[in-house]
């Protein structure tokens, strides 16, 4: 009797010992609505953070998958609680998904939603979702780690084909991107300090796919180019106007423009505007300067 | 939740504001550490006390904190409450409210069909979400959320009113009997007399809007998608100093606009001495709403606990005597009370208790974060940050991430949470 008290209180004081500690970690998770699936079937998984009683505001990661089971498919960021991402979740070339960014001013909740992340799966057998180097940091001003526990997605992959196409996975999103505010500025450590602009927002449906930038001087004209923040602006003049386009993964756009920095020096608009008069000039007469030239032949 | 809750074993006078201690039929003089509990009670007061230590102090164990000594007072930041119309019926949302010297296990949620009226009052556990059922449309109504700590009244929201409404999205058309608004939001609070209020939208700064002389502050947001947002509200007193942001997230309803009240910005803060002679005196002083309490918390390894109050510009200073602190490093922070509103606490601010006085210059605040050095920590920063991940720094930014960032001569995800914390957008 004696030795099962002695073993009980044992027991006890480790398990006081560590559940205040168990308390302190932050948990990321898979979640679906099941994990039993047909062969060439779709499926959605999402992304998770459960903070306990932390307030975080930067997570970075890795998402690793067998390629052999799974497919990866698609991925969607939108309504997420990262309002700035380092590294938008993507397929790097290592063939896992990697991700980092920021909430800016930090959130805690037992469901903070990073991104969902659609499979199919490709032959049958047991595989799982896993986590790598998970960093979630506290929102302390100084950037302290934080326990984590990363809860990996077991699942079973039958002999089944699927004849289900994934319709029910399709998001509809007719709304575009958020607006956004961009910047132009220069840095003497960016460029080699020439003048960029910086652009970002999020998307409450389905995601940001890619952004564009068009640099026009009379506001028509100009193509877009697909870009990063910071891009480097062609005109470093900054007469041009420039504009932004958000493009969600559904293909809703928003644009966003920004006036030109500066005006035109007289001389440069007044040799514009004499330019495109000689060709509207050499395009009024262009039949009387044909027929002249094709006759003296 | 595998929190604990912290036990108080110690003198606790529950009062709801705290700094009165008589009235005319109790007056409580030279309390003295008391051994034995009980509870006592006049027509005015219920004084409930239990066992505690002779020498005052904190003792810890892996589940509990025992506060012993005497005069602890729990209290609470009070939640920020939203309210969503929808057809015949409202939810609601709230912060949750943060204790101190407690942790919150319960929620109220009040009813009123007046403004200031009579509330009636459900218990709904310890959530932050609420929806309020079988209202009639058209109607208008009140509602406020109290904490609880272990059956303990803690703190109030500040009241929110909305009307149920059969919703229709914009874009449909509307049709009999039904509502049809903008998807955005109203904001309102407390903010710091004639003060400039800033909010952002997940991370970008959206509208700047001035409090009112009783500083008050009410502005609107349109223009929004359904979806979950990220909202910070960030106050800027007479002198230009910051205080800390209040962020929360909630979810917008497509074609509702919701009410957001009770968002109460916690003071600034600045203190005459970076460094003070042990046993002089050092002027903490600050600005919050015209008229308030302030409590202002010195930190060492007891904490202090001093009052004051705000004039009508909102301005407060309070002279605290250092002969109580230890020599070395020490912070203190500040957070207002008004009515039944308590705000939390905002940023501290840092004062060596040494051998010589060393006036602080407040003149000249290095931002965290401000790389390109336009006093603000925004998407500029985080770009030209975001450049350098992963890259080998040249020696020019070597110095500027040691002065905004950690300083570890690397950009990574510490760099940017240091960022997301001081974010000014």
């Known amino acids: ?297 | 939740m595998k929190t604990f809750s912290v036990l108080i074993f110690s003198l606790i006078i529950v009062s709801f504001a705290y700094a009165d201690f008589s009235s005319t039929n109790f007056q409580l003089e030279n309390p003295v550490n008391i051994i034995e509990g009980g509870q006592s009670t006049s027509t005015n007061f219920k004084y409930f006390s239990s066992t505690g230590q002779l020498i005052s102090g904190q003792s810890t164990s892996s589940s509990f904190v025992q506060n012993a000594g005497f005069l602890y007072f729990p209290t609470a930041t009070s939640p920020v409450l939203s309210a969503t119309p929808g057809d015949s019926q409202i939810v609601l949302g709230w912060t949750p409210a943060i204790g101190i010297l407690a942790n919150i296990t319960n929620y109220e949620v009040g009813i009123s069909n007046t403004s200031g009226g009579v509330f009636t009052y459900t218990s709904v556990g310890n959530v932050f979400t609420n929806t309020q059922t079988s209202l009639v449309n058209g109607t208008p109504y009140f509602f406020k959320v109290r904490s609880y700590a272990a059956g303990l009244l803690l703190s109030e929201s500040a009241e929110v009113s909305a009307t149920p409404n059969i919703v229709v999205v914009p874009s449909s058309g509307g049709g009999g009997g039904s509502v049809s608004t903008q998807t955005g939001v109203i904001f309102s609070g407390r903010a710091y007399p004639l003060s400039k209020v800033s909010i952002l939208k997940d991370g970008q700064l959206v509208i700047n809007t001035i409090a009112g002389p009783d500083s008050n502050f009410s502005v609107a947001l349109n223009g929004l998608s359904s979806g979950d947002y990220n909202f910070s509200v960030y106050g800027t007193d007479k002198n230009g100093l910051r205080s800390s942001a209040f962020t929360f997230k909630i979810f917008i309803t497509s074609g509702v606009t919701t009410q957001i009240s009770g968002i109460f910005i916690s003071p600034t803060i600045s203190v005459d001495k970076s460094e003070v002679k042990r046993g002089d005196n050092i002027t903490i002083f600050g600005q919050s709403t015209s008229n308030s309490q302030i409590v202002i918390s010195v930190n060492s390894p007891q904490e202090f606990f001093k009052n004051t109050s705000s004039d009508e510009n909102g301005v407060y200073l309070h002279s605290f005597d250092t002969s109580v602190l230890e020599q070395g490093q020490h912070s203190t922070k500040s957070k207002a009370l008004k009515n039944t509103e308590i705000s939390s606490f905002g940023d501290a601010v840092n004062f060596i208790v040494g051998t010589k006085n060393v006036l602080a210059d407040n003149t000249k605040k290095i931002i965290k974060c401000d790389l390109n050095e336009d006093g603000r920590c925004n998407l500029i920063d985080f770009s030209i940050t975001a450049f350098w991940y992963k890259r080998p720094l040249n020696s020019s930014f070597i110095l500027k991430e040691k002065k905004y960032l950690s300083g570890d001569g690397k950009i990574d995800l510490v760099d940017f949470s240091i960022m997301a914390f001081y974010w000014t957008g």
Not at chain 1, 93 to 103: D, E, L, P, Q, R
Not at chain 1, 142 to 170: H, Q, R, W
């Open chain 1, 1 to 297: 009797m004696k030795i099962f008290i002695k073993k009980s209180l044992i027991v006890f004081f480790f398990l006081m010992y560590f559940i205040p500690s168990v308390s302190l970690a932050v948990d990321i998770f898979f979640d679906s609505n099941k994990n039993s699936y047909d062969k060439n079937e779709n499926f959605l998984v999402h992304v998770y953070l459960d903070t306990e009683d932390k307030k975080v505001n930067a997570t970075e990661g890795v998402v690793s998958f067998s390629s052999d089971f799974i497919e990866l498919k698609e991925i969607r960021d939108g309504n997420s609680s990262v309002n700035f991402w380092i590294e938008r979740p993507r397929l790097g070339s290592n063939g896992k998904i990697n991700f980092s960014g920021i909430t800016t001013g930090g959130y805690s909740g037992s469901k903070m939603f990073l991104f969902d992340i659609v499979f199919q799966t490709k032959k049958s057998g047991n595989t799982s979702l896993n986590f790598e180097n998970i960093q979630i940091l506290e929102n302390d001003g100084l950037g302290t780690k934080i326990l984590t526990k990363d809860i990996p997605f077991n699942l079973y992959i039958s002999n089944e084909v699927s004849n289900k196409k994934g319709e029910d996975l399709v998001m509809k999103d007719s709304n575009p991107p958020e607006d956004f505010n961009p910047f132009i500025t220069k840095d003497v450590d960016i460029f080699n300090g020439k003048y960029f602009v910086v652009f970002s927002t999020v998307d409450k449906g389905v995601g940001i796919n890619h952004y564009e930038v068009r640099e026009s001087l009379w506001g028509w004209g100009g193509k877009y180019i697909q870009a990063e923040s910071p891009y480097l602006l062609k005109d470093q003049k900054l007469t041009s106007k420039v504009y932004i386009k958000a493009v969600d993964n559904s293909g809703n756009v928003k644009i966003v423009k920004i006036d030109a920095q500066r005006k035109m020096a007289t001389l440069e608009q007044y040799l514009i505007i004499g330019i495109i008069l000689f060709i509207c000039i050499l395009f009024s007469f262009r039949k009387k300067i044909w027929s002249k030239h094709f006759l003296k032949q």
